[in-house]
């Protein structure tokens, strides 16, 4: 029987996967791996989840997702509802926009986003890897996630990019990078003046204790995260361990701030004193109340049409996933 499932998306990031599946049979087949006996494809599609994830044969331990932070948390909430969270493990060859969970994991040091760089040391590094924990969060109860909830700039930049794909002229271009980075650059400055709602209520669970704060002014963006990093590699938080039991809320106070969060995937360091100051709390559980808003994400992925119609959110650990974590040498 098969015992792991490569799980492809042909459109994450800029389509760099479409042509990926059969380089991959080649590697399996190279490494003594026989397809349909050994292990199962697939092509995820955007419904993928909870019922393709409980249709897998019992034989399937491991899931290595050939995609992006999106797919990555389709798959996550698919094990997780299916009640498979202590069965499956989880590995990542990271082919995503932001690829912020292969980054967490250690699997984006072999491809650094490039599906067909490393692949097969990743691959059959993956297939041996150590097991480690990492935290699931839930949202009010219906979605699970990994990496980060947000809402503001990013959400609203996150919204028009998915729009922008809608477009088929838009598809056909996309497979040249810098039309991606420009079309990221275009939905940035169209996003540039969005602000979250002036007045929120926050309650943060921290130990058995809650404690509550106003938000009085609106504020470029507020972030949930489970990672160091954010929006591609972005420094949001260097003490975060993504096996605590602890999710950091940041507000980012302003559009300088905000600049400077984004841009520490560069430069590797981020300004935290005024005007730059972000201001960062933590806990257990948290509640947000008296949100009005039209554009929020999570782990990357446009959920306004489904979550904007929600004046409360309520996030919480709901339990951890059993994650391949690959170790990169220097000399691939």
């Known amino acids: 029987m098969a015992d792991f499932l490569v799980l492809i998306n042909p459109f994450a990031g800029v389509g760099l996967a479409k042509n990926i599946y059969p380089v991959i049979i080649d590697i399996l087949k190279k490494n003594g791996y026989r397809k349909d006996k050994d292990y199962i494809v697939q092509i995820s599609t955007p419904e993928y989840g909870y019922k393709e994830i409980k249709a897998l044969p019992d034989s399937i331990r491991k899931i290595i997702v050939v995609a992006g932070d999106g797919t990555i948390r389709q798959v996550v909430d698919g094990i997780v509802k299916s009640k498979k969270e202590n069965d499956i493990f989880l590995g990542v060859v990271a082919v ?7 980054r967490a994991s250690g699997s984006f040091l072999f491809n650094r986003g490039n599906p067909k760089r490393n692949l097969e040391p990743l691959l059959i590094n993956l297939l041996n890897a150590d097991v480690k924990n990492y935290d699931v969060w839930i949202l009010n109860d219906l979605y699970c996630f990994v990496n980060y909830f947000s809402f503001g700039i990013d959400a609203k930049i996150v919204n028009l990019y998915h729009k922008l794909r809608q477009i088929p002229q838009y598809r056909k271009l996309e497979i040249i990078p810098s039309v991606d980075v420009f079309a990221y650059f275009f939905t940035s400055l169209t996003a540039i003046n969005y602000r979250c709602s002036p007045e929120i209520s926050v309650h943060i669970k921290s130990g058995n204790e809650w404690n509550y704060l106003n938000f009085k002014k609106s504020c470029p963006s507020i972030i949930l995260s489970n990672l160091k990093t954010y929006a591609g590699g972005g420094s949001i938080y260097n003490k975060a ?24 995937r560069y430069t590797k360091f981020r300004f ?3 005007p730059f100051k972000i201001y960062q709390w933590s806990g257990s559980e948290i509640i947000l109340k008296n949100l009005k808003e039209k554009f929020l994400q999570l782990d990357g992925d446009d959920f306004s049409d489904k979550l904007s119609s929600f004046n409360e959110f309520h996030i919480k650990r709901k339990c951890q996933i059993k994650v391949l974590s690959p170790i990169f040498k220097d000399n691939l």
Do not use: K, Y
Not at 96 to 102: H, V
Not at 241 to 260: A, R, Y
């Open 241 to 264: 361990d993504s096996s605590d039991g602890i999710i950091e809320l940041t507000l980012v106070s302003n559009l300088i701030s905000f600049t400077s969060l984004v841009l520490s």
């Open 272 to 274: 935290n004193f005024p």
């Open 96 to 102: 995503g926009t932001g690829n912020d969970f292969a």
